[in-house]
């Protein structure tokens, strides 16, 4: 044993001391390809080792989790990320107080009532207005009259009466000539379905040469009385009387007319009183309207062309009532159309003027296409038969220039609508002379407009507007002459130059 330990011992000793002198085999290359033997020439053994299994990290247990988390260092690190998240929080805080308390406040809504959320339309001769006689046909049109977006109608008088005959007026009976009473309540009720007030003209003698009977105003006055609180019974949303200032006269009676009204009110919707007078002056509208408390007062005011003149109306009538008090016309059932009373070349001014006033604009039928009067054998005023477009495309001269007028209008109507600058914004004037006028409508933080005009039918002015509330330039809006001033352009406002019989509405941002 010892003597083959001592053998071993040597050929050890031989491989690790003189490798050169080890036998070479027929696999010994060099090469290290893993299929030769493992003895290479320079005597170094390669041994190949197994690759160990790699270990997966499965993370610390709960136990090792509760017990990490209680060391100091931990603790800290959580208080600091807590604080620093309050931190953030009150200070997101803090800036949003901030900025809520710098920023301007909006100015509160004015109380507007229905009346003054849109235009009225006034249909004083149902026959004339419709294909279809009577109150059907006029149902038949309420999609059109909602398409051009009126707000309220003022229709009739359709009650019972011969001129100048109180023996025969009976105010709470429907005329043939015009349907019956059920025929009455589904249009109404057609009407409400597209958000559309209803007033019922009940003008007493309207066939006659005086709206009251000369003489019997007394009798007259009681069966009125009466006949409000019926109509409104019956689902009508008001009452327009003309020659308001006559049955005034009699406060007693007037009084008590007001109070029926009055008590149809309810917190869903008031119930209005509208007066038609003659007057012209702003003096004595203003006296009338304090007189006899109607919501609306009608008149003549606005039948001048002149710039100057009508500046100083607007701003009378507007530094004494509020814009829920105003409404502003130019024709109605007993003067007229607008066509007639100011030249079809003025008819798009007219509307752009009404519409743009502070208050609520009154149209009589037709005044959107420029329908204008017919005069009779005896010069009595016929009413003019209403033109429809017979299609939605323009296929000759007369349908272009209808289509293009009902869309004019159609554009200002809109914006009168849903612009809160010319719902109920203020107004000032910032030009004006015997042919020109100019004022802006604004609101708090909302969009501006600018309305001009130039009524001269010859002559071009050139407006130098330079006010605090104007800017630099302004961008045109809509104007009764595309051709000359086309909406989407800016112009300067220091020349603005307005053509003849012209009339432009342009917009420009609030800035604080």
């Known amino acids: ?92 805080l803090a800036g949003a107080i901030v900025i809520i308390v710098q920023a301007p406040r909006c100015k509160p809504l004015p109380e507007m009532n229905w009346w003054n959320n849109g235009p009225m339309y006034q249909i004083g001769a149902i026959n004339s207005f419709t294909e279809i006689p009577g109150l ?21 008088p359709i009650h019972v009466s011969t001129a100048n005959k109180p023996e025969q007026l009976n105010l709470e009976a429907v005329s043939s000539n015009f349907g019956s009473l059920e025929e009455l309540k589904q249009f109404v009720a057609a009407a409400h379905k597209k958000s559309i007030s209803v007033v019922l003209d009940l003008t007493p003698n309207y066939n006659g040469l005086q709206p009251f009977f000369e003489g019997h105003l007394i009798p007259v006055a009681e069966k009125l009385k009466n006949a409000t609180a019926y109509w409104l019974k019956q689902g009508v949303d008001g009452i327009l009387l003309y020659g308001v200032e006559h049955i005034a006269i009699s406060p007693l009676i007037w009084n008590s007319i007001k109070d029926t009204i009055r008590s149809y009110n309810d917190d869903e919707k008031k119930k209005v009183l509208i007066g038609v007078t003659e007057e012209t002056s702003p003096e004595a509208v203003s006296i009338l309207l304090n007189r006899t408390g109607v919501d609306l ?17 607007v701003e009378s009538l507007n530094s004494i009532h509020t814009q829920t008090q105003l409404a502003w016309n130019i024709g109605d059932r007993v003067k007229g159309h607008l066509a007639s009373l100011v030249g079809s070349v003025d008819v798009k001014l007219s509307q752009l003027l ?8 009154v149209f009589n039928y037709g005044d959107e296409i420029g329908l204008k009067d017919e005069v009779g054998d005896h010069k009595h005023m016929v009413y003019p038969v209403m033109v429809w ?33 010319l719902l109920h914004g203020d107004y000032l004037t910032v030009y004006n002379s015997s042919s020109a006028l100019a004022y802006v409508r604004k609101w708090d933080q909302s969009e501006r407009f600018l309305v001009a005009f130039n009524w001269s039918p010859s002559e071009s002015v050139i407006l130098q507007l330079a006010h605090e509330e104007l800017p630099k330039e302004a961008t045109i809006v809509v104007s009764t002459d595309e051709g000359k001033l086309a909406p989407g352009h800016s112009v300067s406002l220091s020349q603005l130059e307005l053509g003849p019989d012209l009339g432009v509405m342009l917009k420009f941002p609030y800035t604080p």
């Open 354 to 361: 009404l519409l743009t006033l502070p208050g609520t604009a």
């Open 389 to 421: 477009p017979k299609s939605t495309e323009a296929i000759n001269e007369t349908e272009k220039e209808l289509s293009e007028r009902i869309s004019f209008f159609k554009t200002v109507t809109d914006l009168r609508s849903k612009e809160r600058s």
């Open 136 to 156: 059907k046909g006029l149902e038949a049109k309420i999609n059109a009259l909602s398409a051009l977006k009126m707000k309220s109608l003022v229709v009739g």
């Open 297 to 313: 007062l009608l008149s003549g005011v606005l039948r001048s062309r002149s710039g100057t003149a009508l500046a100083e109306v």
């Open 1 to 92: 044993m010892a003597k083959d330990d001592e053998v071993g011992m040597k050929d050890v000793e031989l491989n690790e001391v003189d490798p050169e002198k080890q036998p070479m085999t027929a696999g010994e290359t060099g090469n290290g390809d893993a299929s030769s033997p493992v003895t290479e020439k320079n005597g170094i053994v390669k041994v190949k080792i197994p690759d160990e299994k790699e270990t997966k990290f499965t993370g610390l247990s709960k136990e090792e989790l509760l017990k990490v988390a209680g060391t100091p260092g931990w603790v800290r690190a959580r208080w600091a990320l807590l604080i620093l998240f309050w931190l953030g929080w009150v200070g997101m």
